[in-house]
């Protein structure tokens, strides 16, 4: 039984167009994640939601845009795509705010040509 | 400078072998110290965490932290096959629990 899902896994697609990723958890969490490894690496935070509003927004250009409909999910659409915008992002969920231990999703693997 | 820096490897030991992996970090307010392991094409699990300074054992690993030298380390005892995977360090502050990660350092065992 999944407790972070990401959809999709994959997602292969052309500069200037619009996309969106979904994730979902079944942890009970109220802490949702979004991340971003680039080909280092390296993983970065990107936004961060609690009980459905945004707690921590960092410096990502405003084409990209969180919305969380619930405690339980977190999208990311990303409009106007770029070739630096090529990354695994991941999903992840926290109980509360105060803890340590985030739950990751599988990655959503984004080319964009 | 990155808040938490990593050696991003490769390290390539013998299976057996004792692993060190290492960080440093300059955010003095960092208080919460984590180490997550990453295997290929998966997202990243907790491994283990430390409060401050001090030791925390887990089996086979053992995390450091040294508040006065911003030094975070994990030992890997009796390494397997099984440990290769990409681990990184983390670290933060409280509130909100943004977590900074250093880059990851890629470990391979051999048998």
């Known amino acids: 039984d999944t407790a972070v899902s990401q959809t999709p896994k994959y997602l292969v697609t052309q500069m200037g167009n619009d996309k969106s990723i979904k994730c979902e958890q079944n942890?009970?969490?109220?802490?949702m994640y979004w991340y971003k490894q680039d080909s280092k690496k390296f993983l970065k935070i990107m936004f961060s939601?609690?009980?459905?509003?945004?707690?921590i927004n960092e410096t990502v250009p405003n084409r990209f845009s969180p919305k969380s409909p619930d405690k339980a999910h977190l999208n990311l659409h990303i409009n106007s795509l770029e070739l630096g915008d090529s990354a695994v992002y991941f999903c992840?969920?926290?109980?509360?705010?105060?803890?340590?231990?985030?739950?990751f999703g599988p990655g959503t693997r984004l080319t964009v040509t | 400078q990155k808040e938490v820096e990593q050696d991003p490897g490769p390290l390539s030991v013998p299976e057996g072998a004792i692993v060190s992996l290492n960080c440093t970090y300059s955010?003095?307010?960092?208080?919460?110290f984590m180490w997550y392991r990453q295997y290929s094409r998966k997202g990243p699990e907790l491994l283990m965490y430390?409060?401050?300074?001090g030791n925390k054992e887990d089996g086979r690993f053992t995390a450091q932290v040294d508040k006065s030298s911003k030094y975070i380390s994990l030992f890997i005892r009796d390494s397997q096959p099984s440990d290769s995977a990409t681990y990184l360090c983390?670290?933060?502050?409280?509130?909100?629990?943004?977590?900074?990660f250093g880059a990851g350092t890629r470990l391979a065992v051999h048998p």
């Open positions: 992840a969920s926290m109980s509360g705010l105060a803890g340590y231990e985030q739950y």
């Open positions: 942890l009970g969490h109220d802490t």
């Open positions: 939601y609690n009980n459905k509003e945004l707690i």
């Open positions: 955010n003095s307010a960092f208080q919460y």
């Open positions: 430390t409060y401050s300074s």
């Open positions: 983390a670290a933060a502050s409280g509130g909100y629990n943004k977590l900074i």
